[in-house]
């Protein structure tokens, strides 16, 4: 495939060698008994042999399309039995699905479609009171698949004809070829595509899987987006499928959501941010839903603070896991047996033993044993350059193929592996990563701004909150600027993400500068912590 960065053959020879690459295929994962629940969504309750049929007639419907191996196809579905479906079913022709999240609107998802090339793309007719449909009819794509009420689109639905035939997998995909594209958190401009292939994505789930003890009696709440690689591989719903276990769909981790479904279907295992897990332990004080069949709390997306973390087997009843990990491969788990300081205090170790670890000065060489430096790493899972991105490949990993993370770490004599904080300009909003240079540029375009500037705001609840500087034109100057609800207002109809929105402006006259000139952020950051963000004492809103 263009734009895709294969691994070295030295390093290929030595994966398959050593076991960790087969010749097992994303649409091979479904390991249940035929008759056992493999999937609970809403109303719908479907058999490992009723998932199967379906995902086959589906991808017999996409060939009918035109849909053909190696294609790619834009995939915004919500928590339902829909995605499940349409994931198995591309990959099993071997259609890479490209993994948009149902906030995005269409500054992200056209840019998807364009610099994948889409020939598809898939959505729900409506979600959270937005319209998919009048965002697909300007879409540049052959063909546009709708779950639900079409209009004059396909509908999903007449993709899944039981025609009476054995549908068939013509043109059956390798193990080397890209099975999904997943979405990169984003440091600069619009996300990276992350190419994953058959054989690496597989490797991923599976050795998650183990490591997490998942079984066939697993029984796996999905609160978080079902396209996040958090809960679709990690080990999600891909590691339960591959055990036999029963993944269940929620619409959102809400408390009066979740916690029902955990005493309907005996949960046992949920994967959470840290904003999740805080309300979950909030609200178990006063909840009067059983939850006593959840073992096991898996929290990553972002750093959790170790007093909470401390709190999850008190409240909750069940264990904690941290889990610190990237779409773009390297995954850290706190093991189920490790000490309690471990689970409470680390993110984890790598989940390989192939994993190859560095933690690195600004001059790229090795810091002291449980300094804190940057984090470089290779392996089996990560990927070796983002997708049709050449320039951004040349900064973002080395000469010798060690993808450069921008996470600040610490690496303890164990191998665990303490989060101190990011080096690249992204904020980490409860999980949801934002490109800081990405939502500057939207401000930018707006005519009453003269710059911006965005940073993240520590929040005990969110890890971060985003907060816009900005320095408006002389002309919008007796107006004071535009305030937060107008720049929100403006931002949406950009189409923009509303996770993407600043939780707070602020107006400024001017902004600090470095020695070399640039915006000095760690100054503006600062002045925040201060309460002081205009030295001349401008407002805020």
């Given amino acids: 495939m263009d734009g895709f960065t294969p691994w070295p053959s030295d390093l290929e020879a030595r994966y398959k060698a050593e076991g960790y690459w087969g010749d097992r295929l994303l649409g091979d994962v479904l390991r249940g008994d035929p008759g056992r629940t493999a999937l609970v969504a809403g109303a719908e309750r479907l058999t490992y042999a009723e998932l199967d049929r379906r995902a086959d007639r589906t991808a017999a419907g996409f060939l009918r399309l035109g849909i053909r191996r190696g294609d790619r196809v834009v995939v915004q579905l919500p928590n339902t039995a829909a995605f499940v479906v349409t994931f198995l079913a591309l990959v099993r022709i071997g259609a890479a699905p490209v993994l948009a999240l149902p906030a995005h609107r269409d500054s992200e998802v056209r840019y998807l479609c364009e610099l994948a090339e889409a020939r ?23 063909h546009v698949v709708v779950d639900g009420d079409a209009q004059e689109f396909t509908a999903l639905a007449d993709l899944d004809i039981d025609t009476g035939e054995e549908p ?32 690496d994505y597989v490797y991923n789930l599976q050795a998650s899987a183990e490591v997490c003890g998942f079984t066939r009696d697993t029984v796996y709440l999905v609160v978080l987006p079902a396209a996040h690689n958090f809960a679709l591989a990690c080990p999600g719903i891909l590691g339960v499928f591959a ?10 981790g809400s408390p009066d959501e979740a916690f029902p479904l955990i005493e309907r279907e005996r949960a046992t295992v949920c994967a959470v941010v840290p904003p999740i897990a805080m309300l979950w332990l909030d609200a178990a004080t006063w909840s009067e839903e059983d939850l006593s069949s959840l073992a096991l709390l898996q929290v990553g997306g972002a750093k959790f603070a170790a007093a909470r973390a401390a709190e999850v087997p008190a409240v909750l009843g069940c264990a904690v896991q941290q889990v610190f990990g990237m779409a773009e491969g ?83 004599p164990s191998g665990h592996l303490v989060v101190e904080g990011r080096e690249k300009d992204q904020i980490n909003r409860g999980g949801d990563k934002i490109s800081a240079e990405e939502l500057e540029n939207h401000l930018l375009a707006h005519p009453a701004i003269h710059d911006a ?6 929040d005990p609840m969110m890890g971060e909150r985003t907060c816009a500087f900005l320095i408006v034109r002389e002309a919008a100057l007796p107006g004071g600027g535009p305030a937060l609800r107008e720049i929100k207002d403006f931002l949406r109809g950009r189409g923009v993400a509303a996770y993407k929105f600043p939780d707070r402006v602020e107006h400024v006259d001017r902004f600090p500068r470095t020695p070399v000139g640039k915006i000095s952020k760690k100054e503006l950051a600062a002045r925040l912590a201060a309460g002081r963000p205009d030295d001349q004492g401008r407002g805020t809103t």
Avoid: W
Avoid at 173 to 198: A, C, E, M, Q
Avoid at 243 to 252: C, E, K, R
Avoid at 340 to 357: C, K, M, N
Avoid at 453 to 458: E, R, T, Y
């Fill in 243 to 252: 055990t036999g276990g029963t993944v269940v769909l929620a619409p959102s």
């Fill in 168 to 199: 068939g997998r013509p043109d059956r995909p390798d193990p080397s070829d890209v099975g999904v594209f997943l979405l990169s958190g984003g440091t600069t401009g619009l996300p990276k595509l992350i190419p994953r292939t058959h054989r």
């Fill in 453 to 458: 500037a965005v940073v993240g705001l520590p």
């Fill in 330 to 412: 390297l995954l850290n788990y706190t093991r189920l047996d490790d000490p309690r300081e471990l689970v409470e205090r680390t993110q984890g170790r790598p989940l390989s033993p192939a994993d190859e670890i560095r933690v690195v000065d600004e001059d790229g060489k090795s810091v002291p044993p449980g300094e804190v430096g940057e984090l470089l790493t290779r392996g089996p899972y990560t990927l070796r350059g983002y997708y049709r991105a050449p320039e951004h490949n040349a900064r973002s990993f080395t000469p010798d193929g060690f993808y450069r993370t921008g996470d600040l770490v610490r690496e303890l």
């Fill in 120 to 142: 598809a793309y898939v959505s729900a007719e409506t979600d959270g009171g937005f319209d998919y449909r009048s965002m697909a009819r300007t879409l540049p794509v052959e």
